[in-house]
């Protein structure tokens, strides 16, 4: 998938999952026809695919990030350089997954909770 496609389908996703949650608080007429089993085991599996997408692309992108970043002007505004080197970059992105990955994972867990108490 191309960085442009993929930029505007995580974009999409991001965009609507906030706006369902808003329209969660703002109308609560809503939330009481989807349960929290439902909404926890769909965010859990959305968590768990972009972890794990993130995961598998960290090798091929860290390069190019960190060559980005590296001719960013917003490089002079806090960082030293030795930030923005592949190895740093790649290491942050697999932190990250890892973190995506284990809020998916909790997710999960909340939805199995959820379901065994009925809600």
Do not use: H
Not at 30 to 46: P, W, Y
């Amino acid at each position: 998938m191309s960085r442009k496609v993929e930029r505007v389908v995580f974009l999409a996703l991001a965009f609507v999952l906030f706006a369902f949650g808003f329209a969660i608080m703002l109308w609560p007429s809503l939330s009481s026809r989807v349960s929290n089993c439902v909404f926890l085991a769909g965010m859990s599996a959305l968590l768990l695919f972009a972890g794990i997408y993130q995961l598998g692309i960290t090798c091929e992108r860290a390069d190019t990030i960190s060559e980005e970043l590296a001719k960013s002007p917003f490089r002079r505004l806090g960082l030293p350089i030795r930030f923005y080197t592949s190895k740093i970059v790649f290491w942050q992105f697999r932190v990250l997954s890892i973190a995506i990955i284990a809020l998916g994972i909790m997710a999960a867990y909340g939805a199995l909770v959820a379901y065994r108490r009925g809600l």
